[in-house]
């Protein structure tokens, strides 16, 4: 059964650095988000995306994060200038009709 | 606005007794409405989802769920609880299938021999 994949699955960094989360629908999919859970909270949306734009954003998707889907297959976050709040596991969905298919999550820690 | 609140941060059974996980939601709009599990370590898996057809839905591993609009409830259960059911349940709503998720704070779910 076709899986959501992401990498890495842990990730440590030191504030101020730019990391790059990846992750690799499924295949025939055309609609992709990231979600992310701090240690205790709430999954929350971060953004939507579809037909290479952002279709959705939350209030968290500041100036500091970005989107891209570079090739046919991946689809990236990228954090410019990490802070210790964005320590979280962060989710990848893709979805196909009405049911959103997640990824096993990268755990970024921030120090 | 939507929001989901699952009325119970842990709950625990024995083995082969029933298991009830609450959840109730908030929307503006009819809403869709979905339940998905997070084993440890491994991704969030859908069990189960509710987009306006039958109100009784039925998901994978013997889970169910009935939507009951005049509660604005989205209960989860399962006749007989097993070992492995044991993991973090989130229920979850928006307000178009396309749209993005409201995920509540998760249930833990802990099942004893």
């Known amino acids: 059964e076709p899986e959501v994949t992401q990498t890495p699955s842990h990730q440590v960094t030191q504030m101020g650095q730019e990391v790059i989360l990846r992750c690799v629908p499924i295949s025939n999919h055309l609609y992709f988000y990231w979600y992310r859970q701090i240690l205790g909270q709430k999954v929350e949306f971060l953004v939507s995306?579809?037909?290479?734009?952002?279709?959705?954003k939350s209030e968290i998707f500041d100036d500091q994060f970005s989107v891209e889907r570079p090739d046919g297959s991946n689809f990236t976050l990228k954090i410019r200038s990490t802070k210790l709040e964005d320590s979280a596991m962060y989710f990848c969905a893709s979805r196909n009709g009405d049911t959103q298919y997640f990824g096993p999550g990268t755990r970024l820690t921030v120090l | 606005a939507q929001s989901v609140t699952q009325l119970d941060s842990h709950v625990s059974v024995s083995e082969g007794t029933p298991v009830l996980l609450r959840c109730n939601y908030s929307?503006?709009?009819?809403?869709?409405l979905f339940w998905y599990v997070q084993h440890p370590n491994k991704g969030l898996q859908l069990l189960l989802k509710y987009t306006s057809a039958a109100t009784l839905v039925k998901g994978i591993n013997g889970f169910e769920a009935e939507f009951k609009k005049s509660e604005t409830s989205f209960h989860l259960t399962k006749p007989s609880a097993h070992m492995s059911d044991a993991a973090e349940y989130f229920c979850?709503?928006?307000?178009?299938?396309?749209?993005?998720?409201?995920f509540g704070t998760g249930t833990r779910l802990q099942v004893t021999l």
């Open positions: 979850v709503v928006s307000v178009t299938t396309a749209s993005k998720l409201t």
């Open positions: 929307s503006s709009y009819s809403p869709s």
């Open positions: 995306f579809y037909n290479n734009e952002i279709s959705e």
